[in-house]
T-cell receptor, first 113, second 112 residues
Framework: NAGVTQTPKFQVLKTGQSMTLQCAQD?????MSWYRQDPGMGLRLIHY???????DQGEVPNGYNVSRSTTEDFPLRLLSAAPSQTSVYFC????????????FGEGSWLTVV | GDSVTQMEGPVTLSEEAFLTINCTYT??????LFWYVQYPGEGLQLLLK?????DKGSNKGFEATYRKETTSFHLEKGSVQVSDSAVYFC???????????FGRGTSLIVHP
């Protein structure tokens, strides 16, 4: 019963490096999203997708790219890492538009030095 | 727009104490309401939900009642345990949008 799987769990990057956080779900959910969680800031939406081939920006999209080539996968790319991107990142998915449970991955702890 | 306001934490309690975490919302119509819980080092998971006014959601000894008249969905538990220490998020799906609205989260610390 995998649910939402994120990799890696922990990563340290140097400023300016790029990397991809992977996210996969096996529940055939249309809606997927990426959040970052910082102390005192709650959850902030980075990007989201309502289906394969469709993505849109959330509250804090700058410095991040996403793509949705399949229903299952929704990778998050950091183009040129900055210390301000040090955070915990969560991928999430749900079926349909509203009123449905959102399932979260276990998180990816990213440190940019 | 839609919004969720939660009481700020941390809330610190002794084991077996009564817990209330307040949540009020502003929304168009009468959406479903959710409480999610985040245990240390983990992602959020659904704790309970209510889909219409006057519904009571319950799980693991926690309860919350959807109060339309006061636009509230307060989380309660009669006797907390150390294992309940976590961050609790109130949430609602934003009407007409794919973007849910989460509260800021309330940290609960339970001491033995």
């Amino acid at each position: 019963n995998a649910g939402v799987t994120q990799t890696p769990k922990f990563q340290v990057l140097k400023t300016g490096q790029s990397m991809t956080l992977q996210c996969a779900q096996d529940m055939n959910h249309e809606y997927m999203s990426w959040y970052r969680q910082d102390p005192g800031m709650g959850l902030r939406l980075i990007h989201y997708s309502v289906g394969a081939g469709i993505t849109d920006q959330g509250e804090v999209p700058n410095g991040y790219n996403v793509s949705r080539s399949t229903t299952e996968d929704f990778p998050l790319r950091l183009l040129s890492a900055a210390p301000s991107q040090t955070s915990v990142y969560f991928c999430a998915s749900s079926k349909g538009l509203t009123g449905n449970t959102i399932y979260f991955g276990e998180g990816s702890w990213l440190t940019v030095v | 727009g839609d919004s969720v306001t939660q009481m700020e934490g941390p809330v610190t309690l002794s084991e077996e104490a009564f817990l209330t975490i307040n949540c009020t919302y502003t929304a168009t119509g009468y959406p479903s309401l959710f409480w999610y819980v985040q245990y240390p080092g983990e992602g959020l998971q659904l704790l309970l939900k209510a889909t219409k006014a006057d519904d009571k959601g319950s799980n693991k000894g926690f309860e919350a009642t959807y109060r339309k008249e006061t636009t509230s969905f307060h989380l309660e538990k009669g006797s907390v345990q150390v294992s309940d220490s976590a961050v609790y998020f109130c949430a609602l799906p934003s009407g007409g949008s794919y973007i849910p609205t989460f509260g800021r989260g309330t940290s609960l610390i339970v001491h033995p």
